[in-house]
């Protein structure tokens, strides 16, 4: 774990001390956008046009974040026309490694470079901050075009259907904006993020405030889940799914792992119904890789897991009928 300062490797760890223990996450740099006709997005500066075999993802299969934009890859029917690199589960001294052929890991499949701090300075070569998945790459002018998930799945979803290899949803639809961006505040604070909240903090009072909030959180989504099919109302949405990449997560890691042990998703009967709903959409499966997810975690985190030891269990079914 570490990041790069004016284009130089450091081997540090996650810095807590100046907020009293709490993580807190950086923004993302590269903000730029792919969009239908190559104008700018919504921020950053500059536009990309959409093109087949122009773009590609850099992720992990361990990353809630990443998995955000594979899911999206596979249910807007992208696979031909973006490709991808999966680095290697370990992340240690040296950040994200490319090392083929393990638990679904590969090789750098455009520039066969040992580390992705490599694909980072090729694109600023003074880059300060730290290396993260998932990127998006854009071949031609070879740089990245944004490593800010949120973002890279708005684009997969509304700018690239000229090349998709099947119709799919809208999953960010005009109507549902104001209400899937507020749902996604919410999520991102206290559950995608609030799970990270409490596993990489460094005193009992962040971990104990991150690890109330996350629990609020997830039970007023379950009893939202009462009277309505998906968080944004009748129809699946983006929120749905940036939902899922943690819930997915939680039982296997962020209960044991990140002390997230107030209950399991199992203990949610709506939330879990959900999670194997989407477990079981066409496609997603073959994007969950738990061996891989357990592997990262559990074998990276020094601080947290010395011994590196990566548990067995629990043997947890996302194929059991969901009856929604
Ligand atoms: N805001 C980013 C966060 C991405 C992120 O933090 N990814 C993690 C993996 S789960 C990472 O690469 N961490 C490496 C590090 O922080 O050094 C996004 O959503 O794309």
């Known amino acids: 774990m570490g990041k790069l300062v004016e284009g130089i490797w450091h081997d540090v760890w996650y810095e807590t001390k100046a907020s009293n223990g709490r ?20 921020n950053g500066e500059k536009g990309y046009i959409a093109e087949s075999g122009r773009y590609h993802l850099y992720v992990n299969l361990a990353c809630p974040w990443a998995h955000r934009a594979l899911i999206f890859r596979k249910l807007k029917g992208l696979e031909k026309a973006i490709s991808v690199s999966i680095v290697h589960w370990r992340m240690k001294e040296n950040g994200w490694e490319f090392h083929p052929g393990d638990l679904g890991s590969t090789e750098d499949h455009l520039y066969n470079m040992d580390y992705l701090h490599q694909i980072y300075t090729k694109a600023d ?53 104001r209400e899937i961006d507020q749902i996604n505040q919410k999520v991102y604070h206290a559950i995608n993020n609030g799970v990270y909240k409490c596993g ?41 799914w940036r939902l899922f990449t943690t819930l997915v997560r939680f039982d296997p890691v962020y209960f044991g792992h990140f002390k997230c042990n107030k209950k399991r998703l199992v203990d949610y009967p709506n939330l879990w119904a959900l999670t194997r709903e989407l477990y079981q959409y066409p496609g997603v499966a073959e994007t969950v890789n738990i061996p891989h997810i357990k592997a990262h975690y559990y ?26």
């Open 23 to 42: 993580f807190q996450r950086k923004d993302a740099q590269f903000r730029n956008w792919v969009t239908l006709d190559g104008s700018p997005g919504p």
């Open 200 to 240: 990489f903090a460094t005193s009992q009072e962040a971990y104990s405030e991150a690890f109330k909030a996350l629990f609020a959180a997830l039970d007023e989504l379950e009893s939202r889940l009462d009277h309505q099919k998906y968080l944004a109302g009748d129809q699946l949405t983006e929120a749905d």
């Open 125 to 177: 070569p003074h880059y300060t901050g730290r290396v993260t998945v998932p990127v998006l790459w854009d071949k031609k002018e070879q740089t990245i075009v944004s490593n800010e998930s949120a973002e890279i799945i708005r684009m997969l979803n509304s700018s690239f259907d000229a090349f998709a290899e099947k119709e799919a949803p809208d999953f960010y639809p005009a109507t549902l904006h």
């Open 299 to 324: 074998g990276s985190h020094e601080t947290i897991n010395p011994t590196g030891i990566i548990p067995e269990g629990p043997e947890i079914d996302y194929n059991m009928p969901h009856k929604r």
